[in-house]
């Protein structure tokens, strides 16, 4: 369709703008929409990951400074205390010199040097009964009720907590367990009960399928440890779990 108008005496043909049909705007708001979830959905998933890719870089970053962790107590295998730093995301990042760790809890508490694992462990906590496991993993990480407390005799202490990406909803002890799977035999575990440290040495590191009781049910002849998390992180298709034998207690 066109016009026509007069423009010094000489006619000029003006094109009219076709009508945007009520289809075509539907399909401009559908596209804006699934653009913005779209949108949304990455940043989600960039968020979730954050802290996982973080812990890691920051693993591989102590390897590379060659950086490592130490107890910050008689305990320590670092001679000279003022050869240490105190522990804080800064010190994790910039120092070079070992970094001690102040046991948080010598009640009950874990100490992993070789990744900076520092927590406190809830007592007596139902591996079955998720909102107990939950509420306790907001608080540290767990120790199963059915089984033992850190002890000289034969028996299996069994810790456990999340290798999260959901951060946000279970605490700051969701991603406490994330880098377990770098730790290698002959890793020390400190394992603070009634103010004694129970020193143990890795001896094996494993995956299980899905929920294996294996773990947590087998016959045991010595003490041991077993820590237990999620592989990969935030999803329940995997178990990892890493036994530890007692070594000494100080």
């Known amino acids: 369709m066109s016009a026509r108008i007069m423009k010094k005496g000489k006619p000029q043909r003006i094109k009219s703008r076709p009508l945007i049909s009520g289809e075509s705007r539907k399909e401009k708001i559908l596209a804006k929409i699934s653009n913005t979830l779209l949108i949304l959905g990455i940043i989600f998933i960039l968020i979730s990951v954050a802290p996982f890719v973080g812990q890691e870089a920051l693993f591989y970053w102590k390897e590379l400074k ?97 290798a999260s990406l959901n951060f946000w909803k279970l605490g700051k002890y969701a991603t406490v367990f994330n880098l377990l799977r770098h730790l290698r035999v002959g890793d020390t575990i400190h394992v603070f009960y009634e103010g004694d440290n129970y020193v143990y040495k890795v001896i094996n590191n494993e995956k299980y399928k899905g929920f294996d009781t294996y773990p947590i049910t087998r016959p045991v002849l010595e003490p041991l440890l077993t820590l237990q998390t999620c592989d990969p992180p935030g999803t329940t298709l995997n178990r990892l779990v890493v036994t530890a034998k007692l070594v000494e207690v100080r």
């Open 66 to 162: 060659n950086q490592r962790f130490t107890l910050a107590s008689k305990d320590s295998s670092v001679a000279d205390p003022s050869a240490t730093v105190s522990d804080s995301p800064f010190a994790r990042l910039i120092s070079t010199k070992p970094i001690a760790l102040e046991p948080v809890d010598k009640n009950f508490g874990l100490v992993i040097e070789r990744i900076g694992v520092n927590v406190p462990v809830v007592k007596d906590v139902s591996v079955t009964n998720q909102e107990a496991y939950n509420e306790a993993l907001s608080k540290g990480v767990a120790h199963a009720l059915v089984s033992d407390y850190p002890s000289r005799e034969p028996g299996n202490v069994y810790i456990f907590a999340h």
